[in-house]
């Protein structure tokens, strides 16, 4: 599996972004997708996660209500819709899958910047 995320940019606080991931290679072995970041001088957190087979999704508190993950039926494209961004959303943005085996894959992060 190969993931490539893009999306991201600057914005002002309260604006939105779409951030998407392009899947190739097994999707159909993909059960659980995720969005990761990491701001600058911390640690990598898990941001949101969805289980492809149940359709249940779980967000970080500091997004819930805001961030909405998904993805397209054939699992080629990953999406994180951000909204009312604050400034402590600056970080780089990492979309993540596990296949049926456990394994997991990176895309290669996407900037998002937003200015208070």
């Known amino acids: 599996v190969q993931l490539q995320a893009s999306g991201g940019g600057l914005v002002q606080a309260g604006g939105s972004l779409r951030l998407s991931c392009a899947v190739s290679g097994s999707r159909n072995s993909i059960n659980d997708i995720n969005w990761y970041r990491q701001a600058p001088g911390k640690q990598r957190e898990l941001v949101a996660a969805l289980n492809t087979d149940s359709g249940s999704t779980n967000y970080a508190d500091s997004v819930k209500g805001r961030f909405t993950i998904s993805m397209n039926d054939i699992k080629s494209r990953l999406y994180l819709q951000m909204n009312s961004l604050k400034f402590e959303d600056t970080a780089v943005y990492y979309c993540?899958?596990?296949?049926?085996?456990?394994?997991?894959?990176w895309g290669q992060g996407t900037l998002v910047t937003v200015s208070s």
């Open positions: 993540n899958v596990q296949d049926r085996w456990f394994k997991t894959y």
